[in-house]
């Protein structure tokens, strides 16, 4: 079924102990979509510069990613520059520049709005209710945040969070949000919130699933190649609601499956740098790391 | 079959954002074996001072666990201070007393010396092969160290790592030892230095198990209640080991049940302060759990 992103298209410098690279493609919304188009087709919106390459549309668009939504506005691209040290899970930005998203309100267009399955990525809550206020009402809508909003923008996060019917937040947010040190009653707070589905995101150790009538835990997909973690969560989210809004249903058993299929596509991006690595692979390999991740974590 | 657990006994004094306690019964081979006796009897080698408390040996004893091997030395029992902040993963050590341990070396009664199952907890590392030159061959050994001995006693630590089975570390220590940034890498760079087993403890994020032939991975049992992580990871030993030694197997099934006890038996232990928790649950609360902790974990 139809799959919408709302988020930010951006240009990065990142810098990991394993390399870096300038100007490269980014972007919460490209790597969602680029993760999800592996499963279902996608429709995009955002913003861009003009400095956005040509090649980097046709990119996307050769994925099935539909671009109508993509509006171009003058001045730069969105900026982030960044660098990872030690466990390689905590990014420190160096950098950010907001070019064209500081003035952006985004508009859905309208044959986007029937969308059954919506992406709200990580941008200021009003502006994600900004989004679902164009939205046809019934569909499932998951949505992203950040701890910039958790700290400025309390209110307006209440208010969207009990609009969306899941929230997918890396583990330190989760503890943010929900004033709570331990995950797991994090996870159930936040529950109380508004969201059916919260599931949060720890990086090398997997993900929580938290649901009124179910609870799962499933490790990352164990890759030894880790050279860049950026848009790892946003292509888990990708590769997590691709495979709903393909599957068309959001019961228990194909959230779990969601999980890990989240999960395999987070292992392939941080092997290398942007959106490198998964250029180079195909569903079917997708299909074997899904496979061996539930033979690496069954039980005996 | 018999289990055999060198390592500290102490009192502790430790501060948690649940609350404090002074005085606690505490230390690695207390932890260990106590967790260890849910599945079968312990032999404890270990040294004590003048104000270890009767009802302390009693309660080690009534659990099945053999303390013919616990010295009693002049002066004081080890101490051992410590607080949690935060996120709850990582103690701060305020304070260490020795005491009696500055002189102790380990003596395995002879009794002991045909043990199939051996624990070396954490110690220095010529101490750890002391104990090993002490034991008939052939047993099934597992040990554990820290970050101050993988600074400051690599040598030792590399020839017992030689002499070992399994090892047993939380993610830091795998991180040092091995001198890699991702726990995957790191656990299989120290199958590498010698052991056939590597476990990697995670806290609440569970545990990686890696051998020659397998890769396992388990998240831990959401237990929503942590109130004082101290002897989490001795325990997750203690219920390992304990299993293993029960079942007298190593194969790969063997392994990967051992590694779902020792995530329930600490998912127990963190719930109160010192043993106060373990020691109000029976050997079906642990089944309950075990059983649970696979439910949350399994496959659609």
Known sequence: ????????????????????????????????????????????????????????????????????????????????????????????????????????????????????????????????????????????????????????????????????DALVVNDQEARMIAGEPTLIRAGRAILKLGPKVVVVKKGEHGAFLFSERFFYALPAYPTDRVVDPTGAGDTFAGGMLGYLAHAGRVDEAHWKRAVAYGCVIASFTVEDFSLDRLRGIGRDDVERRFQELHRFTAHP
């Open 1 to 164: 079924m139809s799959l919408l992103v709302v988020g930010t298209l951006a240009y990065d410098d990142v810098e990991t102990p394993a390399g870096r690279v300038k100007d490269a493609l980014g972007g919460a919304a490209t790597y969602f979509s680029y993760a999800a188009s592996f499963f279902t087709p996608v429709r995009l919106v955002g913003v861009i510069g003009e400095d956005f390459r040509a090649e980097h549309k046709t990119l996307l668009a050769e994925r099935g990613i539909d671009l109508s939504g993509l509006e171009l506005a003058k001045g730069k691209s969105f900026r982030w520059s960044g660098r990872y040290t030690g466990d390689l899970n905590v990014a420190v930005t160096l950098d950010t520049q907001l070019n064209v998203l500081a003035a952006y309100r985004p508009a859905v267009p309208v044959r986007f709005r029937d969308s059954r399955y919506v992406f709200l990525a990580n941008s200021p809550p009003a502006l994600q209710a900004h989004v679902l206020d164009q939205v046809d009402p019934g569909a499932f809508v998951a949505m992203d945040t950040m701890n910039l909003w958790i700290d400025t923008a309390r209110d307006d996060l209440a208010a969207i969070l009990r609009r969306v």
